[in-house]
């Protein structure tokens, strides 16, 4: 008799966080942004690999994105890689931007496969109003890896991707 009970309450829970073919993926959410300004988003890690918790996410920033402070996780640590910007360099509050960061990964855990959790970043986005940036992330799991780094081509949908990368609409600017 439990059955039933234990089929409503994960629909409810599914429902409740959005389910359907984007709780199968590591999705950020959320998923639309206003070009141009800071944001807070975070990268939502809905299960592990093949029954194994996950141990490690690794997020790929893309070009254009300035200043990303990743949120710090109990249990896990932060590491934070850099680039240099190549061409010219922006200015924010005054100040030349020389570098920015490439690469985020939260190591520690184990978020159990059963489980969810969420990884957050705030960033300053390009102005690129219309445009869906790209976030690559690795998801390492205690066995197994998923790689949430396919994109799609010029002109296609994410529909039929295996392991999409979370993506970022970007919205104009309210007139």
């Known amino acids: 008799m439990r059955a039933p009970f234990a089929y409503g309450a994960a629909a409810c829970v599914a429902a409740a966080l959005g389910a359907g073919p984007a709780l199968a993926h590591v999705t950020l959410q959320p998923n639309e942004a206003v070009a141009g300004n800071y944001f807070q988003t975070a990268l939502s890690v809905p299960h592990g690999c093949d029954g194994t918790g996950t ?10 994105v300035l200043l ?5 996780k109990p249990g896990w640590t932060v590491d934070i890689k ?8 922006p200015k924010l509050h005054g100040k030349t931007i020389t570098e920015t960061v490439d690469e985020v990964s939260w190591r ?8 969810y959790d969420t990884f957050g970043l705030v960033m300053k986005l390009p102005d690129a109003a219309g445009k869906t940036l790209y976030f690559p992330v690795v998801q390492e799991c205690e066995k197994g890896v998923h790689r949430w780094i396919e994109q ?15 993506g970022l609409r970007l919205k104009p600017k309210a007139p």
């Open 55 to 64: 141990i490690a996410i690794r997020i790929k920033i893309p070009d254009g």
């Open 68 to 72: 990303v402070k990743p949120q710090m």
């Open 82 to 89: 850099t680039r240099k910007i190549e061409g010219e360099q």
């Open 108 to 115: 520690g855990g184990p978020l159990p496969d059963n489980l």
């Open 152 to 166: 799609p081509a010029g002109g296609q949908g994410g529909e039929g991707l295996k392991e999409p990368a979370p």
